[in-house]
Each structure stands twice: as C-alpha cells, then as structure tokens.
C-alpha cells in the first residue's frame, strides 16, 4: 500500500509579515532559528512514508525545489497552482496524481506551515488514521486542546471514552468560538481544534469530491488530463483549473460526507499563524522573552525579538513584538498581532513592495540585494550559484555595470564571452545581449550598478534561459 504524504505549500503567511511575504511566505523560512524551514520540517516529519507530493504557488516554485534537494527528498511531484483556490482543488490535483501512481494509494495531507514537537505521539496518530482511512473512511486529526481558543474552529466529536488514541466519529464542525463557548468545549471533552491535516484514500477523496462539489472534480479533472511536465514540476491547465470554485476542504467535503472521522492528536502542535503564536513555541529567557537573532535585552518581560542582521536591543518592554528586516520594521502588542494583515492591506492599497518582496530577492540561479537606489540608478548585490547562469537577456532601458567581488564570472556580450575576476568590471550597453555565468564551485558575488531612465524588473527580454522563464 502507497502512502503519499501531501504538503500543502500555497499559502503567503500575510500575519508573520514582514518576515513572510507573497514571494517568499512563511513555509519556506526559518522561523524559529533552527536548521530548517517549516516546509522542510514538515517533509521530514513524514519521510518514512512514500515520497511526497508537494502543490505550491507557481512563483514558488524554484525555492520549493531547493528546500527538497538541500534536506535529499526527491518529491514524487511538485504541482504547481497557477492560482489559488484553497484547498479543496490543490488536494484533489494530488489527488489525481496519486491515483495515477497507485490506484489504492493513500494521501495524508499536511500544511507546510505547522510545527508538531512530539514526533512519536504524531507518528501513533498519524498509523492509527492510516489503518482507518484504508477502509475508505475519510479521516481528520482533531488537536486536543489545552485552552480555551477562539483562533481555531473545532470539530465536536462521540465522548472519549478513554485516553488511548482511537477513532471517533464527527458530530459537526464548529466555526471558531467566543471565549466563552470555547471555556466550554474545552470543559466538555467533547471538542478538538481542527487541525486542517487529513488522511484518506485518493480515490475516496475523488469520489466524494464527485458527489458533492461536482464543479470543483471537474474542473480539476481536466486540468489534470491536460498537465504538462516542466523539469521537476507539474504544470495543470491554466484556464481548466480557473474554473475551479474556491473553497475548502471543510466547506466542500468533509461538513457534508457521511463517513468522516477524528484521530486525536496531542503532540504540541501549532499552526504558527502569529507572532504570539512564534513566541508559543519559542525558546524563552528566565524573563519569558523570546530573542531570534542579535539582542541583548534589559527588564523587558514576555517579549518576542526577531531580527536578521543588525542589533537590536530593548528596555523596559512587556508584552511586545519586535520584527526587523531588511526594509521593513514591525513593533506590536502581542494581544494584538492578529492585526498585521491589516497593516498588510494598507501597504497593498498603497501599491507599495513590501508585502510582495524582500529587499533581498531570491532567483533560481541565486539571489539580489538592492542596496541603495536613487533617481537613474539603482545598486544590487549579486550572488550567483556554483554552475548557475542567468538567462541571456536585454534591457530597453538601462545600462549595467558588474564588479566582480569574489569568485569568477562568464560574461556574454553580444556574441562575445569573456572571463572576468575578483576586482574586475565590464559595461553593458543599453540594448546589447548578455548573461552571467558562475563556472566555478564557490558563489559568485558581485554588485551591479544600473543606470538608466527606467530601472523596473519588467525590462527584461529573455532569448534563452536555462529555467524555462519566459
């Protein structure tokens, strides 16, 4: 029997801004300062399974496939979303996929965004909703609540009868509660947080899907039967998928099937869908702060600092959020973090960068700092891969001038390559036909200034590139 662990990874994150933005949300960073993202924390939480399959945001699409072969999982597909639809349609795609690996194959769905500390606890779940969903059931993980929580909606299933894991049935799903609705679920025993993870048969899922949102199979279906690979990825039909309603898991199957069960699981879970929630789970301090990064601290109580690369120190706080980034600073109340996305939609409505992209944009040869920038010109610094090239483009607009800081670099200019050092520069002309190559084995950093009347990232006309970019 095929168990294809599904990772979820669509999401952009917009309440951990400004660490997570829309090209770079919070599944693929390292929130929490260890050695992996949360996407890769999720894979190897189920690496004893079958290889997984991964649906993704298109733009993501590089950055996912370097997180998988930096841990050495090679996913069984990568999907990509050509937009969102929530989860309903991205499950189904994997769905799909994992029908036409194994026809008997079982899928057990995972966001890339959750952290689960006890891995034997959520291995005995995650066995015990397996052997259920073989039967053809359709299988939820209900979170055992500690408090009183009105950010999650709960799933009331049968009373447990005792505190072995065993499967129970689902009476209802029940949106998320005031406090005190959730004091009593939490009092009745009754309730569990749900948990958005989910194990049943492919085929089971299709079905039910068929039955009760027949829109959402369809388009799906076919966006499927019209796929085409694109090196490791899988690409659906654009305007197939887009006909796709959108909607939930939850809304389109499972408040509606009759064969729906809970796992309960109870193995410090969180879906880190705040600051407060990072500080959750963080490591603290004798005064309950949690510090991520560089700072030193003084009678601060109970307060969350995450920083990057400068220093940051604080005096006399209690209760507060610190996040600094490249191009952007957040300091916040911790009760009232929730309130982020707002300040995300102010920015939106603006018209502004800073929820889309981080100063430092990462590309599938590399990466880019823009570093200071003014009226004509514009200054970045560039790191390129060992073996990377960037694709062979011109500009309209603007001329760019590459030193070379360390490493060794390829240039092409017009028809003509040469090899440029440490300490060494050339010129390319507006309009003129070039790429950048790092031939060697050592990242290539360089800084280009550009100059110009227009320095926007649309001017560029691709002829050749290696990643498939239009």
Request: net charge negative; charged share 25%; glycine share 6%.
């Amino acid at each position: 029997m095929s168990v294809f662990p599904v990772i979820l990874s669509g999401g952009s994150g917009t309440r951990l801004w400004p660490l997570s933005r829309r090209h770079y949300p919070k599944q693929l960073l390292n929130l929490t300062g260890g050695e992996y993202t949360m996407l890769q924390e999720t894979m190897l939480r189920v690496s004893h399974l079958d290889n997984p399959i991964v649906v993704c945001n298109e733009d993501h699409r590089f950055m996912v496939a370097e997180q998988c072969q930096y841990i050495g999982m090679k996913p069984e597909a990568i999907i990509l979303e050509p937009l969102a639809r929530n989860t309903a349609p991205a499950i189904a795609l994997a769905a799909f996929k994992a029908c036409s690996k194994c026809e008997d194959a079982i899928i057990a769905v995972f966001p890339a965004d959750h952290v689960i500390s006890n891995q034997e606890s959520f291995e005995q779940s995650l066995n015990t909703a397996i052997e259920a969903a073989s039967s053809g059931e359709l299988i939820t993980f209900g979170i055992v609540p500690n408090s009183p929580e009105t950010g999650y909606g709960y799933i009331k299933a049968n009373k447990l009868q005792s505190s072995e894991l065993e499967v129970l049935s689902v009476e209802s799903f029940v949106e998320k509660p005031d406090l005190e609705t959730a004091q009593a679920y939490l009092a009745s025993g009754d309730y569990f947080w749900n948990s958005g993870m989910f194990v049943f048969k492919a085929s089971a899922y299709l079905a039910a899907l068929q039955e009760l949102s027949p829109d959402i199979y369809q388009a799906c279906e076919k966006s499927m039967s019209l796929a085409s690979e694109d090196l490791d990825f899988t690409r659906v039909d654009k305007d197939c998928f887009a006909a796709s309603p959108e909607n939930s898991i939850d809304y389109a199957i499972m408040e509606k099937a009759s064969n729906v069960n809970v796992v309960p699981l109870d193995a410090n879970w969180n879906d880190v869908g705040s600051w407060s929630s990072l500080w959750d789970i963080a490591e603290k301090d004798e005064d309950q702060n949690a510090h991520i990064g560089d700072v030193i601290s003084i009678g601060s109580k109970s307060t969350l600092v995450h920083n990057s690369d400068k220093l940051v120190a604080t005096i006399g706080l209690e209760d507060i959020v610190i996040v600094d980034t490249k191009d952007a600073l957040l300091v916040a109340h911790k009760d009232l973090v929730q309130n982020v996305k707002d300040i995300v939609g102010k920015l939106k409505a603006r018209k502004r960068s800073e929820p889309d992209i981080h100063r430092e944009v990462h590309r599938p040869w590399g990466c880019y700092d823009s570093i200071d920038n003014g009226q004509r010109y514009q200054v970045k610094r560039i790191t390129v891969k060992p073996g990377a090239s960037l694709s062979l483009q011109m500009h309209h607009h603007r001329a760019e001038h590459w030193v070379v800081v360390s490493g060794t670099a390829i240039v092409q200019i017009g028809e003509q390559e040469q090899m440029v050092s440490e300490n060494q520069s050339v010129y390319i002309p507006i309009g003129e036909k070039h790429r950048l190559t790092n031939p060697g084995k050592l990242p290539l950093e360089l800084i280009e200034v550009q100059s110009g009347s227009y320095l926007g990232e649309d001017d560029i006309v691709r002829f050749e590139d290696v990643f498939g970019r239009q």
